[in-house]
């Protein structure tokens, strides 16, 4: 089964990827969670990319679509993946349904996150993560044990794209670039939109019934 989880920056995609992805056996492949890798690890591509993801532009689709290529052929791909944060542009979309062509596979479904955009901002300013084990916390809705601190003992940090001024560029990239996706997923009978407000639990349970659990074998 391929997925694709689309919707705005904070809205709660990851939060449901990780979980579904879990549930149903299959790869979340978060284009935004590798980016953050290698730039951790300062490889060639993490340094490439860093100042775009700093500053809440789009990286340029070429070097996107190449490593989401790679990643897609690997082993653990092969059956079926979630993808969260890909695709971006139309031609990431156009990108993505050649390489699931070329497999003689298909995209079965895409599962829109729609919310207000007052409550993505609380969800995104309030968002703490853990660098050690990428736990991820909300400080009102999933709080840690204890305050600053992971469940595994590291010190929480807030990402650099969650500060205000860039989660503004992150929302009005994603009004001009993304959102032209939903009427071209629509159009071709693959959206089903969720409404994302509502506790995870609650989310969870849509996309379930929203053809999720429908879909998976
Ligand atoms: P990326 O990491 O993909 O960021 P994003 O799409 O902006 O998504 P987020 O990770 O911010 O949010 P989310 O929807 O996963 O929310 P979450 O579940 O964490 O991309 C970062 C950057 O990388 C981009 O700006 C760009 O530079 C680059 N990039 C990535 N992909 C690219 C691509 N394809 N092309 C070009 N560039 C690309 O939840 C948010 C918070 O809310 C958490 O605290 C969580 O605990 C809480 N929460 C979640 N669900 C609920 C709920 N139901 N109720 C209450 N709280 C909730």
Do not use: W
């Not at 969670?33 to 789009?58: H, Q």
């Not at 736990?135 to 809705?141: E, F, P």
């Amino acid at each position: 089964m391929r997925f694709i989880f689309l919707g705005a920056p904070g809205v709660g995609k990851g939060t449901q990827v990780k979980r579904l992805s879990r549930e149903y056996a299959i790869p979340s492949i978060a284009t935004g969670d590798m980016f953050r890798g290698a730039i951790a690890k300062n490889t060639p591509i993490g340094l490439e990319v860093k100042s775009y993801l700093e500053s809440g532009r789009l990286v340029p689709d070429e070097v996107t679509i190449r490593m989401v290529q790679e990643r897609l052929c690997e082993e653990d791909a092969k059956g079926g993946y979630i993808l969260d944060g890909f695709p971006r542009t139309i031609k990431q979309a156009k990108a993505l349904s050649d390489i699931v062509k070329q497999s003689n596979n298909k995209i079965d479904r895409v599962f829109y996150f729609d919310l207000e955009k007052e409550e993505i901002k609380r969800r995104v300013l309030g968002r703490r993560n853990c660098p050690a084990c990428q736990q991820v916390y909300h400080l009102t809705y999933d709080p840690p044990k204890k305050d600053g601190v992971c469940d595994c003992g590291a010190t929480l940090v807030q990402r650099k794209d969650d500060q205000p001024e860039t989660l503004d560029t992150r929302l009005s990239v994603y009004q001009k670039e993304t959102t032209p996706l939903i009427d071209y997923y629509e159009r071709q009978n693959l959206l089903t939109r969720i409404d994302a407000s509502g506790t995870v639990d609650e989310v969870c349970e849509k996309v379930r019934c929203g053809g999720m659990q429908a879909l998976s074998p």
